[in-house]
């Protein structure tokens, strides 16, 4: 076989920026027919990037293309859409799926693919008119569903369907497709329950077993052990390593995962609180928030401190101030300074001097078509009265200008937030600029306790260290308690006192800030779901 | 434990179906109020169901393709309208009249269809309310059309239809000639017992039948596959490669070119046209008539259609009569019909988001039960 010595597929040197941020640096992969490698790294480390490059996704284009060759059978291809990709014979299983929920399994596995019967009426009006032939779907689906070799109702309607045969159903569509030859598969098992998960990793094994190439992205290392030929390990937008999987374990595999040059340089100043008083009780919460469902989690905040949550995409972290602060349905019990704070009532949380910086800066954070001033002012002219002048006796309240443009030039001048006065629109600002109004905006309402939400996502490392030491000025001077989710380990470990890890939807552990990297990152992939 | 979820099953179709119900109880309370003879409410459902069917029946392809309730089908009225009025200046009558109307129509349908389809794509999510307001701005148009360019630039040569200012056309257009000629032309009359004499509107039944047919086979078809899957998600179905927007338009451009024949099939057996306001309330009453029949924003059958058609009209048929022998004042019923017409809507869209809400605030009451489940687990 010739092929076993030309590789299916080879991306050399692809790198890739947005807008002068690197994100991928000379990246050189290659795969065989029949090759199973998998494909690991934290969040933010370059995986999903790569991939969208591959399947030729439309986003990259709009963002500039990319640097290096990407060879597919010994040709240079250019995938100017995902269509592109489906045709040269790659397929891709997303993480979201892509299902019609009131469609059967057959129909959505021959999605605009349905095999049609021509008729009086599409001669004259065109194909669209064509009747679609039944029993050839039923048949095509049929061997799809046979090559995946799990066994799933081809005739169940998606919406009555558990969601481990959803993943099911998106596999069989890509087997189904003639000229598949390479399958990306973007993390799978995270909705699979375990024996789901074994069943799919024996269809991997025999998709490559009849020659197709996989590549395979997931958490759960033991899944890659067991599966695949070979591990590459993604980490800031490199890759660190690529190894032959059976000369290499879990525990090799994670440290390459978070390891980091500057590793150990943790925070010098973690502070214990031990003896501070709870300022925060979590009990039982569980937040439908879709994507980052959180379970069953009980959680104490010190007073004074800050608490850093961690753990990886879709695992929940960002559940818990969204469930909290009411803006997903939640359950539960929170109680705060010995008071229980009522669910799902965003008035109540902010009413008892909570206050949130939001991850979602432009769509929940920020009013984008207002001035900063009114940004800045707009929470706390709302919720505590301030920023008013009363007239009356309290029955007209008018906008005090002054005292708003006041704080504002105040919070612009201590975050040094780049603008061209208090009165540019918040949509005008750069993200880590937009980030700083955020952050004014909660340190206007002088919370007893924030939660901050990804603080540096999307912003250059100027702007990180800024953030976050404006955030550890805030603590430390106001005595604001913080709780700060974020995704990257490192930031945590430089700013927070501990570190919750969660991970499956609940809490793995918490461990002091200056914990080995290692350990954290175990407890990261602990309970992957 | 079999016999909860039976319970459950019935408890959510009564959910699912109470809209229909709530109309079958005012119904049968009105019914013998009105003291309306059986033979009379039996005529008048089956003239009333030739009548309003066809253009109902056009409603259903939008909702299909999910862009909700519809009032792009008023624009189709309205080109149905002008086909006629023209058709009746050539003094081209019955039956030849009825189908030169209907194809002169197409083009008007074709055309307000594709706007109103460009319009509705840049407003997804927002059909409902948008295309409400689209008819608003085209009856302007089309009394710009009718009022003032009908005899100054198109030319109209008969004076019975012209205002006596020498354009524009009359209030009311006579369609003496065609009136009723599609459902004279097969006469039958069925003497039901204990009903009596009952006149069937043979041929638009027929042709009722074969749209309904139609739409069965177009459901059947790629494009009605397309638009079944751009209806349910048009992010998987772009995804898929589905061309999102043209199939919206197409779904727009069938519901108005249907609404145009509908509206022909309506004023021949009305025998005239109301000029300006035929069509102004039309899109309203369908509309209320297809959810009175039990359909949803996104979901709508044929069963809908015709069970609408009955409640919905036998309400309007008897309301009036009821409400003056109640009150002895005949403005009340009249007043209770249109005010329960809007009422419906507005009931059926508070529960369509409340049902919705329901679904959602379930998904977090399983992860309640999961989450005291796995404890119970860890206990034991």
């Known amino acids: 076989m010739s092929s076993m010595n030309e590789p299916l597929l080879e991306m050399k040197n692809i790198s890739k920026d947005f807008f002068g941020n690197s994100v991928l640096s000379d990246i050189n992969l290659t795969l065989r027919e029949g090759e199973v490698i998998g494909l690991v790294g934290e969040n933010g480390a370059g995986k999903s990037t790569l991939m969208r490059i591959l399947f030729g996704s439309t986003m990259i284009h709009e963002t500039g293309g990319y640097g290096g060759q990407v060879i597919l059978n010994g040709k240079e291809v250019h995938f100017s859409s995902p269509f592109d990709a489906i045709a040269a014979g790659i397929g891709m299983v997303h993480q979201e799926f892509s299902l019609i929920p009131g469609f059967t399994t057959t129909e959505n596995i021959l999605l605009n693919r349905e095999p049609v019967k021509k008729n009086l009426v599409s001669d004259i009006f065109g194909d669209r008119l064509n009747t679609l032939n039944r029993a050839e779907m039923d048949k095509r689906a049929s061997e799809a569903i046979r090559l995946m070799g799990v066994d799933i109702d081809k005739k169940m309607v998606i919406s009555n369907m558990p969601v481990g045969h959803k993943q099911f159903t998106e596999i069989a569509r890509e087997l189904s497709k003639e000229q598949l030859r390479l399958l990306i598969l973007d993390e799978p098992t995270a909705v699979l329950t375990e024996r789901e998960a074994e069943a799919l990793l024996a269809s991997i094994r025999g998709m490559a077993e009849r020659g197709i190439a996989i590549i395979f992205i997931t958490h759960r290392l033991q899944e890659i052990l067991s599966v695949c030929n070979r591990v590459v390990v993604m980490r800031d937008g490199v890759v660190v390593k690529d190894t032959p999987a059976d000369q290499t374990d879990v525990q090799q595999i994670t440290k390459w995962m978070v390891g980091r040059e500057v590793a150990g340089k943790a925070e010098t100043s973690v502070r214990s609180h031990e003896g501070a008083k709870d300022i925060l009780s979590i009990e039982k919460l569980w937040v439908d928030m879709p994507g980052e469902t959180v379970r069953n989690v009980n959680l104490t905040v010190k007073e004074g401190e800050i608490l850093g949550i961690g753990g990886l995409a879709g695992q929940g972290k960002l559940g818990i101030p969204n469930g909290i602060m009411g803006l997903y349905q939640a359950g539960g019990r929170v109680v705060f300074e010995g008071k229980e704070i009522p669910l799902n009532a965003p008035r109540k949380c902010l009413d008892a001097s909570f206050a949130f910086v939001s991850e979602d800066r432009r769509g929940v954070g920020l009013l984008l078509d207002e001035s900063l001033e009114w940004n800045i002012a707009f929470p706390a002219m709302q919720i505590q009265n301030k920023y008013l002048k009363k007239y009356l006796g309290g029955l007209v309240k008018w906008r005090d200008e002054k005292a708003i443009r006041e704080v504002t030039e105040k919070y612009i001048g201590e975050l040094a937030i780049r603008c061209t006065s208090s009165k540019q629109k918040a949509r005008e600002l750069s993200g880590g600029n937009q980030q700083k109004v955020c952050l004014a905006k909660a340190f206007a309402l002088n919370p007893r306790l924030l939660f901050v939400s990804e603080p540096t996502r999307g912003i250059d490392v100027g702007a990180k260290a800024l953030v976050l030491e404006a955030l550890r000025r805030f603590n430390r001077e106001s005595g604001v308690t913080i709780v700060m989710v974020s995704s990257e380990l490192e930031e945590l470990r430089q700013s927070c006192d501990r570190i919750a890890i969660v991970s499956g939807g609940r809490i793995a552990g918490i461990l002091p800030a200056n914990a080995s990297v290692e350990d954290l990152g175990e407890l990261m992939l602990s309970q992957v779901k | ?226 638009m079944r899957a751009v209806g349910q998600d048009m992010e998987v179905a772009r995804d898929a490669g589905i061309n999102v927007e043209r199939t919206r338009i197409i779904s727009i451009v069938i519901s108005t070119v249907l609404a145009g024949f509908g509206m022909i099939i309506y004023l021949q057996n009305m025998g005239n046209i109301a000029t300006y306001s035929s069509h102004s309330q039309i899109g309203m009453f369908c509309i209320a008539a297809l959810l009175v029949g039990g359909a949803s924003v996104d979901k709508a059958s044929i069963g809908n259609v015709f069970l609408g058609v009955i409640l919905f009209h036998t309400m309007f048929i008897v309301a009036p009569k009821a409400g003056a022998a109640i009150t002895g004042d005949s403005m009340i019923g009249e007043y209770f019909r249109v005010f329960v017409s809007y009422a419906v809507i507005t009931i059926a869209l508070v529960m369509y988001e409340t049902q919705k809400r329901k679904a959602k605030s379930q998904e977090g009451a399983m992860l309640a039960a999961a989450q005291d489940e796995g404890e119970e687990e860890k206990d034991s």
Request: aromatic fraction near 8%; include cysteine.
């Open chain 2, 1 to 226: 434990m079999n016999n909860t979820s039976k319970n459950t099953k019935i408890l959510s179709f009564l959910r699912s179906s109470s809209v229909p119900i709530l109309f079958i109880i005012i119904c049968a309370v009105c019914i013998p109020l009105s003291g309306l003879s059986a033979n009379m409410l039996f005529n008048e459902i089956t003239t009333r169901m030739g009548r309003n069917a066809f253009l109902i029946l056009s409603l259903l392809i939008p909702i299909m393709a999910g862009m909700g309730l519809n009032f792009g089908m008023t624009l189709g009225a309205m080109a149905g309208e002008i086909a006629l009025i023209l058709v009746s200046d050539w003094q081209i009558v019955g039956i030849p009249g009825m189908v030169l109307a209907m194809i002169l129509s197409v083009p008007f349908s074709i055309l307000l269809g594709l706007f109103c389809g460009k319009i509705l794509n840049m407003a997804k999510g927002r059909e409902m309310i948008t295309s409400y307001i689209i008819s608003y701005f085209i009856n302007g148009v089309y009394l710009l059309v009718v009022l003032y360019m009908m005899g100054s630039v198109i030319p109209i040569k008969h004076s019975t239809i012209k205002l006596p200012r020498g354009y524009g056309i009359r209030n009311t257009v006579s369609l003496l000639n065609m009136r009723q000629k599609l459902d004279n032309l097969i006469p039958l009359k069925l003497n039901i017992p204990g009903v009596g004499i009952v006149k069937i509107p043979v041929m638009t039944f027929i042709i009722i039948a074969i749209l309904c047919l139609v739409i069965v086979w177009f459901r059947r078809t790629k494009l009605g596959q397309d």
